[in-house]
Nanobody, 114 residues
Framework: VQLVESGGGSVQAGGSLRLSCAAS????????MGWFRQAPGKEREGVAT???????VYATSVTGRFTISRDYAKNTLYLQLNSLKTEDTAMYYC??????????WGQGTQVTVS
């Protein structure tokens, strides 16, 4: 199993980014996926999750600004980040879950908002 994130970068507050997570080595469509983030000195927190049928759930702090989506043809998970704030600065990770725990994680992509 491999999860490879990309798309991070440095942006000004109010800007946008789109993160991608390329999945391989398993049946992508059979698993729920999620995005998490961890800022320096803080615990990792869930940002958004998406089910096998595309149902999404968001953390309160990002609702209305971030959008999670998945492309089954490309085996890729996305996170659109709009109206970015300085407090969104963190390393962002994607992960997959068989249901009860997050069993595989990507290496992360850094988002810095100034």
């Amino acid at each position: 199993v491999q999860l490879v994130e990309s798309g991070g970068g440095s942006v000004q507050a109010g800007g946008s980014l789109r993160l991608s997570c390329a999945a391989s080595g398993y049946t992508y469509s059979s698993y729920c996926m999620g995005w998490f983030r961890q800022a320096p000195g803080k615990e990792r927190e869930g940002v958004a999750t998406i089910s096998r049928d595309g149902t999404s759930v968001y953390a309160t702090s990002v609702t209305g600004r971030f959008t999670i989506s998945r492309d089954y043809a490309k085996n890729t998970l996305y996170l659109q980040l709009n109206s970015l704030k300085t407090e969104d600065t963190a390393m962002y990770y994607c992960a997959k879950t068989p249901g009860s725990w997050w069993d595989y994680w990507g290496q992360g992509t850094q988002v810095t908002v100034s």
